[in-house]
């Protein structure tokens, strides 16, 4: 659950608010295969509908990336489904890369996913070394 999974050392959960009500949220956390060294993975963000296309997600996105460079990690990985275009083309404006997949880097698709055949894109942030 999500719930544990926050719970896991180098984990974090933002919230975005405006106004008092809750517009966006994000997750933070270590992959949970022990093989992905030194990254992050960027979890469950989400936009209220009637805020989308203010920045939010953007705002999100780079809350994450600050954090794993505060974490002294060298990327920010994410996975998402071929049906979220408008993230993925939000991930992209962010600087996120799309990468072949490959398991390592990739959570493997759910039951129900390889049942409606929803392949996962995976992207990665490479967090750059400060001069």
């Given amino acids: 659950t999500l719930f544990r999974s926050m719970q896991r050392e180098g984990a974090c959960f933002w919230v975005a608010d405006s106004g008092g009500e809750i517009v966006g949220i994000v997750a933070a956390q270590p992959p949970l295969k022990p093989e992905v ?5 960027l979890k469950r963000m989400s936009v209220g509908k009637k805020c989308r296309g203010h920045g939010i997600g953007k705002a ?5 990336i600050h954090f794993a460079r505060e974490q002294g990690c060298k990327a920010v990985i994410l996975d998402t489904s071929m049906v979220q275009y408008a993230a993925r083309k939000l991930y992209e404006s ?3 890369k799309k990468m072949n997949v490959n398991i ?3 959570l493997l698709p759910t039951f129900f996913e390889r049942l409606v055949n929803l392949d996962p894109f995976c992207y990665k942030y490479e967090i750059l070394k400060s001069v």
Avoid: Q
């Fill in 37 to 41: 060294e030194a990254m992050v993975e």
């Fill in 60 to 64: 999100l996105c780079r809350t994450v």
């Fill in 94 to 96: 962010v600087g996120f």
């Fill in 104 to 106: 390592l880097y990739c």
